[in-house]
């Protein structure tokens, strides 16, 4: 099928054949952290920008260039974690959101995340889904019951206490590796005390 997120800036970020990606978080500082995605070749794909632990969620996804290619909106303080994804590095203009992710429910043993493309918002039944468990950040994704990408966080103590973590992503053929990236930051930044 292969996920539409990135046509806004010209380039495609799916590739035809299954993906595999390293996604490394460092906090710089108290406020700030970036993530960073390579293939294992050491290839720089993707950065994301961004704070952490305040109370304005925004996180910038960009190309190795530096070119801002989505924002990632979440809302501060809600019972359920909710964020919008806008193209480009956008305002609160709702008219260019690609993407809304919204947890299932807020008291659940198994972690349910909702996917749902623009415009769908209102429609009961995601586009996609993300299945895993609260003991780690570890998760899937799913169009439908279609495994489209799996994520399996390293962790250890002390890259922990170093403010370095570590996930191995594995995107499936044709599906957009932009859109997982900016689910796993969400995940992330949702799972941050």
């Known amino acids: 099928m292969g996920f539409l997120l990135l046509v806004l800036s010209g380039k495609s970020y799916c590739t035809p054949y299954p993906l595999e990606l390293i996604v490394k978080k460092k906090i710089n500082k108290l406020s700030s952290s970036q993530f960073e995605a390579f293939d294992l070749s050491g290839n720089l794909l993707l950065k994301v920008d961004g704070g952490v632990w305040n109370y ?3 996180r910038v996804l960009l190309d190795p260039s530096g070119f801002p290619i989505l924002t990632l909106r979440g809302k501060a303080l809600a019972f359920r974690h909710k964020w919008k994804a806008h193209a480009g590095e956008s305002t609160h203009d709702n008219s260019n959101i690609l ?14 995340i909702n996917i749902y493309l623009a415009n769908k918002f209102k429609k009961k ?24 990408a799996e994520v399996k966080h390293s962790f250890t103590l002390e890259s922990f206490c170093k403010g370095k973590e570590k996930y191995r992503v594995k995107v499936y053929p044709e ?6 990236v900016a689910l796993l930051v969400i995940l992330d930044e949702s799972d941050t005390p």
């Open 56 to 58: 304005n969620l925004k």
């Open 125 to 148: 039944e995601p586009d996609f889904l993300i299945t895993g468990a609260y003991t780690s950040l570890s998760f899937k994704v799913y169009e439908g019951r279609r495994l489209i």
């Open 99 to 112: 993407f809304s992710v919204k947890q299932s429910h807020p008291l659940q043993i198994k972690k349910q």
């Open 175 to 180: 599906v957009d590796y932009a859109f997982i």
